[in-house]
C-alpha cells in the first residue's frame, strides 16, 4: 500500500505518480562492531545520524574499519531515528549506523532532485516515525512513500530553478545572519561604553554635585554586610591595572556588593507559582523567554522576589541573565541575587552580561557533562563600581539601547522563519508540477519507470545467473562408483 505524501491534487501531463522505492534504492544503516570505531581518520566515515548533519553535508566524528553497511557518494542519508525525517547528502563512501538510511536513485534520478522531494515533506515523513521510547521508521515505510515523478528533463529543470531561487534566498538569510552577530557586538560596544563612564559622561557633568563616591557606598555596603554571621571580607584588589575609572567611580568584587539568596521554595505551604528555569531565560540579552509552573517540575526550587537578579551557574558560557519583574521560584542551577537599597540589580545585570566577565566564567567552570561556576569563583570577580544614581543612570542607558537591538532582533527572527517558510513553499510548488513549463517531448516519467523496472529486473537477473556460476557443483554418485 503506498503512503501518500500530501494531497497533490492534479500532476501536470506526462508526471506519474510512483513510490520512492520504485525509482530509488533503499539501504538502512547498521551498527559496524564498536571495537571497528576510531577517531583517528582509519577506515571509512561513520555517521550514525542528525548529530553530524550540516546544511547540506555531515560532519565525520569517527570512522570504521568493519563497516556493515556502506553510502556511496552522492547517495541520500536520511535520520530514521529520533529524529525522524532530516536529510543530507553522502560526501564520500561512508559507513551508515542504525540511524540512518542510504537512498540511491535509478535511472538517472538526480541526487538534488530525491533530496528536493524528501526536504518538501520532511514533517509529514516525520509524522510516519512510530515507537514509545523514541520515534523510528522502518524501510518498507521509505519505500511506500508516494513520490510525484516528473520526466527526467523536467527534473533537471526543476532543481535548476529550486538551487537558483535558494542562492537568492541564501543570499539574504546570510545577511540576516549578520545583522544577528552585528546586535550581539553592538550590545557589547554598549557596554563597554558604559563601563568606561563614557555613556554617562554628559550626565555626569550636570550632576557631579548629587554623587556620593563609590568608596562611601562600598563602605556602607560592607557595613551592612558585616551583620551577617557568614559575612567573610574578600581579599584586597592589589595586582590590578585595568582602564582608569571617571572619578568618584572604585574597584571592587562581585562578592562584596552582592547579597545572596538562598530562600527555599516549599511546595506544602505555597500555591503553584511562576517556575523560571535556565530553558526560560535568553542568552546575551537579559530577557526572560517565558516560565513554567511549579508543580511542572519536582525538583528542588529557589525562591525569588521581584527586583532580584537571577544568574544561571550552570554551563555559564550561554550567558543566562535576568532581573526578575515578577515572584516566583526557579531552578537551584540559578543564583538569586536579593534586591537592596545599596546598589542596582539593573546594573549589575549589565555588568554580567558583559563579556569580560563570560570569559571569567568560562575559565574557571569546573565539570565536562554539566560544566557550571561557582559563586566563590564569581564573588572574585572585578567590576567597576559608580556613585549609586549613576549606576540607576548606567542601567537606563543600556537598557534604552538594548530595547532597540531587541526590536531589531525580533524583526530579524521573523524574517528568517519567512524565508523558512518561502524555501518550503518553493519546493511545493515544485512538487505540484508548478515551478517550471512542461515540455510536451519530454520523455514521458511513464516510460522512465517502465525502463528502470527492466533495469532492475536484467539486474536481478544476472545476479541470479552469477549466484548459479559460483554454486559448487554437485558430483554424480557414479564418480566415486565403480
Not at 516566583?328 to 542596582?344: E, P, R, Y
Request: glycine share 8%; charged share 30%.
Amino acid at each position: 500500500m503506498t503512503e501518500k505524501s500530501a494531497d497533490l491534487g492534479e500532476l501536470p501531463h506526462g508526471w506519474i505518480r510512483t513510490q520512492l522505492g520504485e525509482i530509488a534504492e533503499v539501504i538502512l544503516g547498521q551498527s559496524p562492531p564498536s571495537s571497528s570505531y576510531n577517531e583517528d581518520g582509519k577506515g571509512l566515515p561513520f555517521y550514525q545520524g542528525k548529530l553530524e548533519f550540516g546544511r547540506l553535508y555531515p560532519t565525520p566524528r569517527k570512522w570504521c574499519t568493519a563497516p556493515k553497511k556502506i553510502a556511496q557518494k552522492g547517495d541520500i542519508l536520511i535520520s530514521v531515528r529520533a529524529p525522524v525525517g532530516p536529510t543530507n547528502v553522502c560526501p564520500e563512501e561512508s559507513c551508515i549506523g542504525r540511524g540512518l538510511a542510504a537512498i540511491r536513485g535509478l535511472g538517472g534520478i538526480g541526487t538534488l532532485f530525491i533530496l528536493y522531494f524528501l526536504r518538501a515533506f520532511e514533517n509529514e515523513i516525520a509524522r510516519r516515525g512510530t515507537g514509545t521510547t523514541f520515534s523510528a521508521i522502518g524501510g518498507d515505510q521509505l519505500k511506500k512513500l508516494e513520490i510525484p515523478l516528473p520526466p527526467l528533463n523536467e527534473q533537471v529543470r526543476i532543481v535548476g530553478r529550486v538551487e537558483e531561487l535558494f542562492a537568492c534566498l541564501d543570499a539574504g538569510v546570510e545577511g540576516l545572519r549578520k545583522v544577528k552577530a552585528q546586535l550581539k557586538r553592538y550590545r557589547q560596544a554598549v557596554l563597554k561604553y558604559a563601563f568606561e563612564g563614557k555613556l554617562t559622561e554628559e550626565w555626569r557633568k550636570t550632576h557631579k554635585n548629587q554623587l556620593e563616591p563609590a568608596t562611601k557606598l562600598l563602605e556602607r555596603i560592607k557595613q551592612e554586610r558585616k551583620k551577617d554571621p557568614k559575612y567573610k571580607e574578600l581579599p584586597p584588589i592589589d595586582v590590578f591595572n585595568p582602564v582608569e575609572l571617571p572619578e568618584n567611580w572604585t574597584w571592587t568584587r562581585l562578592g562584596e556588593v552582592v547579597f545572596l539568596s538562598n530562600e527555599r521554595y516549599n511546595p506544602t505551604i505555597s500555591e503553584d507559582e511562576r517556575f523560571v528555569g535556565l530553558e526560560h531565560i535568553q542568552s546575551d540579552t537579559g530577557n526572560l523567554l517565558g516560565f513554567g509552573k511549579s508543580s511542572e517540575t519536582r525538583s528542588t526550587k529557589n525562591r525569588f522576589k521581584q527586583g532580584d537578579l537571577l544568574y544561571g551557574k550552570l554551563r555559564p558560557y550561554l550567558n543566562k541573565v535576568w532581573v526578575a519583574n515578577f515572584n516566583g521560584v526557579c531552578s537551584t542551577d540559578i543564583l538569586v541575587f536579593q534586591k537592596n537599597d545599596f546598589i542596582s540589580n539593573e546594573y549589575l545585570a549589565a555588568c554580567l552580561l558583559n563579556q569580560s566577565f563570560v570569559e571569567y566564567t568560562n575559565q574557571h567552570m569546573s565539570g565536562v557533562q554539566h560544566p557550571r561556576v561557582s559563586y566563590q569563583i564569581l564573588s572574585q570577580y572585578i567590576v567597576p563600581l559608580p556613585p549609586l544614581l549613576e549606576q540607576l543612570e548606567i542601567a537606563e542607558e543600556a537598557q534604552r539601547s538594548f530595547s532597540v537591538a531587541d526590536e531589531v532582533e525580533r524583526a530579524t527572527e521573523q524574517n528568517l522563519k519567512k524565508a523558512e517558510f518561502l524555501r518550503q513553499s518553493i519546493l511545493k510548488v515544485a512538487f505540484e508540477g508548478k515551478l517550471v513549463p512542461q515540455d510536451p517531448s519530454d520523455e514521458s516519467a511513464e516510460k522512465l519507470l517502465e525502463r528502470i523496472r527492466e533495469e532492475r529486473e536484467k539486474s536481478t537477473g544476472e545476479k541470479d545467473i552469477n549466484k548459479k556460476k559460483n554454486k559448487p557443483k554437485q558430483l554424480e554418485l557414479s564418480t566415486y562408483v565403480k
